[in-house]
């Protein structure tokens, strides 16, 4: 079956990410940019990957599918997604059928490659939730500070690169960026992996005066990190498969858009207080809006959230109703002697910066006895009650 390669996400926006492959869960958990690929010797395969079945772009048009040895590693990522990965490519398939319409709409209008729907197979398994140990976080496996740059916030509250329309809009930007300098989107894409400043030295040094076209990435690239060498032929491959499933053994998904009506919510509201409001489960808002990752959106300010298509009405005339001290479901913690923040957020399981966030008054030097401190809910705690209660 070719090489039995380790690994299933690779590269994030300008950082790293691993490429063991995770357990088919909602989160998947990434190792670190130092695991090593493990191969067993190559065998030719008998049905060469074809894509033949997809409109080709800028980027399937590219030579480097008449280069046999890129073509023999396209290969094996094509039998690793049909074989070593079954068990959870299913679920990539399926998470992407929320999001390839905006992803598609949303790379049309900035005039990119609309094979460019895969790399979030690639990156993320298409979970607006997937973090990696380098903290990469999202559908497009954004580090914080290119978020940051890239117009997405990134606080203990919001988490905008967990947001599918903010992140893929940043996402088709950055790409094109990218793009526009490299003029090769190998490159391009190998930047997107590694970091551009890792690409511009590599050019500079050892290619100051050739063309920037896809062949250099492919004679340039083992002087880079193993995972950005792996980078296209894995995306390729993931194209190959996720293009055409039925071939290669997979169930088309149903058809399963992520569709929605925006309201206004005016200040700090946890998401199960709005799933009451609009009459829907706690799951389908926090699908909808994995953003606000403490489960409440942030007080002081108006944002906006999305709802099941249809229960925009619904939400506004029964949130109107809810009074304002009943928005936020919460815990409040009565310090004990030696208690300290990070006691409290192991004992609710929430991070220090979760509680100070929640608590800007609090200064954690100077924690009195007794002091009422707030806990936004983690899932399954109610008001007023301590976790195990």
Request: charged share 20%; with cysteine.
């Amino acid at each position: 079956m070719g090489y039995l390669l380790l690994g299933a996400f690779a590269g994030c926006a300008d950082g790293s990410s691993p490429l063991r492959p995770p357990a088919p869960v909602e989160a998947p958990s990434l190792l670190s940019e130092n695991s090593e690929l493990e191969a067993l010797p190559l065998r030719r395969p008998l049905i060469p990957p074809s894509l033949e079945d997809l409109p080709v772009d800028d980027l399937l048009a590219t030579p480097m599918l008449r280069d046999s040895s890129f073509m023999e590693e396209v290969q094996e990522w094509v039998d690793y997604w049909t074989t070593s990965a079954s068990s959870w490519f299913p679920d990539y398939l399926r998470r992407m059928t929320w999001f390839e319409g905006t992803v598609d709409s949303t790379l049309a209008s900035h005039g990119l490659p609309p094979s460019l729907r895969y790399l979030p197979v690639i990156e993320s398994g298409y979970s607006p939730v997937a973090v990696s140990r380098a903290n990469a976080v999202g559908l497009w496996q954004f580090m914080a500070p290119t978020a940051k740059d890239m117009g997405m916030e990134v606080t203990a509250l919001v988490d905008e690169r967990r947001d599918p329309l903010k992140s893929t809009e940043a996402a088709s930007v950055y790409l094109g960026q990218l793009y526009e300098e490299f003029d090769s989107w190998f490159l391009a894409l190998a930047a997107y992996n590694s970091g551009p400043g890792r690409v511009r030295r590599l050019l500079v040094r050892r290619a100051p005066l050739e063309p920037r076209t896809d062949g250099l990435y492919w004679e340039l690239r083992s002087y880079l990190p193993r995972e950005t060498r792996e980078f296209l032929p894995k995306l390729f491959g993931a194209i190959v498969v996720a293009g055409n499933p039925t071939s290669h053994g997979y169930t088309v998904p149903a058809q399963d858009p992520f569709s929605f009506d925006w309201v206004s919510v005016p200040d700090a509201t946890t998401l199960d207080v709005i799933a009451k409001a609009s009459e829907s489960a706690d799951t389908e808002i926090s699908r909808l809006n994995p953003q606000y990752v403490r489960g409440m959106t942030p007080p002081l300010r108006e944002v906006s959230v999305r709802v099941p298509k249809g229960k925009g009405e619904v939400f506004s005339r029964n949130y109107a109703l809810i009074p304002v001290d009943e928005r936020v479901s919460f815990v409040e913690h009565a310090v004990a002697s030696g208690e300290t923040l990070s006691h409290i957020a192991v004992l609710y399981r929430v991070s220090v910066s979760d509680l100070r966030a929640a608590n800007p008054s609090v200064r954690p030097r100077y924690l009195r006895i007794g002091a009422m401190i707030t806990v936004p809910v983690s899932a399954g705690l109610k008001r007023d009650s301590k976790p195990g209660s």
